[in-house]
């Protein structure tokens, strides 16, 4: 039986799938007395006790700079300390769904109560301000297994201000970018109760519109694009600064986070930042945030981590392209003619706008952000059970682009070809002068390609060499899709 942030009551097993229980408060004492079991927590309820698991209170950093286990049940911390809940208890903690409370062993809780001690002090050091608004604003973190390495999994729900979950991270610079992330959100949730950023969508019934998002697989609405900028700003934020204290060994890859989610950002507060559904609040938050975009934009990194971090870059928007973008069916059709008749180029039509038919299917199109963590962070480890990987990645991200080539063309002339391979396969041809119309189309309109290869099979019931229906396709226009 838990009670919020207080703690949890082991009551004894009934038949029944839910219970009573009774609970009383006196003279500092907890009595919490269900149908067969009386659980007694007291006078100092904040240790543990027979039935009784007390809400795990972490104190991080403060006077004395080192982290403990916090039995005083005090919410604030001293000094530049923070008092942090280790949250396994309470059903809520969890986002979207409740769980029931999962305990950690002694070994979980001093790792995680170590990383959360060492964390707060790079943020303490390297991200000032925003470590005196966590003191102030993060409350809990709730816990849960780790992921795949390089994709951390955390959530903040917009109602319950300064609540975290976070799987278990890779290292300390990792949570410390974690915090950062969920805190924004955090902090835009409490902005948005006060005032809204965007205006609802048409309520005519009109489709609301999709924008490309370069932190996630599917396309978003504005108001979760302005959640994802503002969170991916102070991640960008973050790096900045960390990559100027970070050990040598860590460096290239705090250059490279910068560098990536710094021209993520930008491009995307270009794309929204006069959108008519912006309210005079989200133009002034998007506005500023331009202006300290263009002073990012300006600093210098590294040219081997910057380059690594635009072909990531590229690599994520020609997959998501791949995945979401449809040319115009009579401009594939008249695309099609052309290509069986042998005329030089496709025809002008294909170069127009698509259209933005999202994919329930496309999961990984980080993929090469990972495989690049893996180059920079621990270039002796095995990728290759990296999800959603293939052996052309893996041969890409290890700079055999002869051999990623194959591979893909393999992919592309197979079946079931994936949409992803074609981005792939633009970037295998990218170091190959004579195929540079190939690669041009297909790192920046992968869904042509895409889109001719499957009308000719529909047709034809065969495909064509994926090189050359690129090479012919990269002759046409190349306007904006």
């Given amino acids: 039986m838990p009670l919020p942030t207080l703690g949890c009551a082991v009551l004894a097993d009934t038949a029944e799938p839910w219970g009573t229980a009774q609970v009383d408060a006196r003279d500092g004492r907890l009595r919490i007395t269900?149908?067969?079991?009386?659980?007694?927590?007291?006078?100092?309820?904040?240790?543990?006790?027979?039935?009784?698991?007390?809400?795990?209170?972490?104190?991080?950093?403060?006077t004395g700079g080192t982290g403990g286990t916090d039995d005083t049940g005090g919410a604030g911390g001293t000094g530049s300390g923070k008092s942090l809940v280790l949250d396994e208890l309470d059903p809520y903690r969890?986002?979207?769904?409740?769980?029931?409370?999962?305990?950690?062993?002694?070994?979980?809780?001093?790792?995680?109560?170590?990383?959360l001690r060492d964390a707060w002090e790079i943020l303490r050091r390297d991200e000032p301000e925003s470590a005196e608004a966590m003191r102030a604003g993060l409350m809990s973190l709730a816990p849960t297994p780790a992921r795949e390495r390089y994709r951390p999994h955390s959530v903040t729900a917009g109602d319950a201000f300064g609540g975290v979950m976070a799987s278990r991270p890779d290292d300390v610079?990792?949570?410390?970018?974690?915090?950062?992330?969920?805190?924004?959100?955090?902090?835009?949730?409490?902005?948005?109760?006060?005032?809204?950023?965007?205006?609802?969508?048409?309520?005519?019934?009109?489709?609301e519109q999709l924008f490309y998002a370069p932190w996630r697989d599917d396309p978003r609405p504005l108001s979760g694009l302005l959640q994802g900028i503002y969170a991916f700003a102070g991640v960008a934020r973050f790096w900045r600064a960390h990559r100027h204290a970070a050990e040598a060994a860590q460096a290239p890859m705090a250059h490279f986070e910068?560098?990536?989610?710094?021209?993520?950002?930008?491009?995307?507060?270009?794309?929204?930042?006069?959108?008519?559904?912006?309210?005079p609040l989200g133009r002034r938050l998007l506005g500023a945030l331009r202006g300290r975009c263009v002073e990012w934009m300006a600093e210098p990194v590294p040219a081997a981590e910057l380059a690594l971090a635009q072909e990531v870059a590229a690599?994520?928007?020609?997959?998501w392209r791949a995945h979401h973008l449809r040319p115009e069916a009579s401009a594939v059709e008249e695309a099609l003619r052309a290509w069986r008749r042998?005329?030089?180029?496709?025809?002008?039509?294909?170069?127009a706008r698509p259209e933005l038919v999202p994919d329930a299917e496309p999961r990984y199109l980080d993929t090469a952000a990972v495989l690049a963590r893996y180059r920079l962070g621990d270039p002796s480890a095995d990728p290759s059970d990296v999800e959603g990987s293939c052996v052309a990645d893996l041969l890409l991200a290890r700079g055999d682009l002869d051999g990623a080539r194959d591979a893909f063309v393999a992919q592309?002339?197979?079946?079931?070809?994936?949409?992803?391979?074609?981005?792939?396969?633009?970037?295998?041809?990218?170091?190959?002068?004579?195929?540079?119309?190939?690669?041009?189309l297909l790192c920046h309109f992968p869904e042509r390609a895409c889109a001719v290869q499957s009308a000719l099979e529909r047709a034809t019931g065969q495909r064509a060499d994926p090189v050359e229906l690129a090479r012919w396709l990269g002759r046409g226009g190349a306007a904006e899709g």
């Avoid at 410390?176 to 955090?186: I, K, R």
């Avoid at 910068?258 to 930042?273: D, I």
């Avoid at 391979?421 to 119309?437: I, K, N, S, Y």
Wanted: no cysteine.
């Fill in 315 to 319: 690599d994520h928007r020609a997959r």
């Fill in 258 to 279: 910068f560098a990536l989610w710094r021209a993520q950002v930008a491009s995307t507060v270009e794309l929204v930042h006069r959108h008519e559904h912006l309210t």
């Fill in 94 to 115: 969890t986002f979207p769904y409740p769980s029931p409370p999962h305990l950690l062993s002694t070994a979980e809780a001093r790792t995680w109560q170590d990383l």
């Fill in 342 to 351: 042998g005329d030089a180029r496709p025809p002008a039509a294909l170069a």
């Fill in 173 to 207: 610079a990792q949570l410390a970018a974690t915090l950062v992330h969920e805190f924004q959100h955090t902090k835009l949730g409490g902005l948005i109760h006060l005032g809204p950023l965007s205006t609802p969508p048409d309520p005519q019934g009109a489709r």
């Fill in 412 to 440: 592309l002339t197979g079946k079931e070809a994936p949409f992803a391979a074609w981005a792939g396969l633009g970037r295998a041809l990218a170091g190959m002068p004579e195929q540079r119309d190939a690669s041009r």
């Fill in 34 to 62: 269900g149908r067969r079991q009386t659980v007694t927590a007291g006078p100092q309820w904040s240790r543990a006790a027979p039935g009784w698991h007390a809400v795990r209170r972490l104190e991080l950093g403060g």
